[in-house]
């Protein structure tokens, strides 16, 4: 079981890493820092089920609160909402 979490706490950081290097706005610079820091928080991560609901909740709310469209819609993709 240990081994599927770290291939999902991988996948789930490198989509992450992978919406933080498409991040071209300055504005959005902070965003770009958050994804970074949860990539890396993520990979730490023994057991990952109980904050997985609760990241997609704290990153919903970023993307509703983003003022860049484009980035907006990166992070409704990586959540699997457009």
Do not use: F, W, Y
């Not at 599927?4 to 989509?15: P, S």
């Not at 820092?33 to 704290?58: G, N, V």
């Not at 993307?63 to 860049?68: E, L, S």
């Not at 819609?73 to 959540?79: C, G």
Request: charged fraction near 25%.
């Amino acid at each position: 079981m240990g081994t599927v979490h770290k291939t999902e706490n991988q996948e789930l950081a490198n989509r992450l890493t992978s919406a933080a290097d498409g991040i071209c706005n300055k504005a959005a610079s902070g965003l770009e820092q958050d994804l970074r820091i949860a990539a890396e928080l993520i990979l730490d991560i023994q057991k990952p089920t109980p904050i997985i609901p609760k990241l997609s909740s704290e990153l919903a709310k970023i993307a509703n609160a983003c003022p860049d469209a484009a980035t907006a819609l990166k992070l409704r993709r990586l959540l699997g909402e457009a």
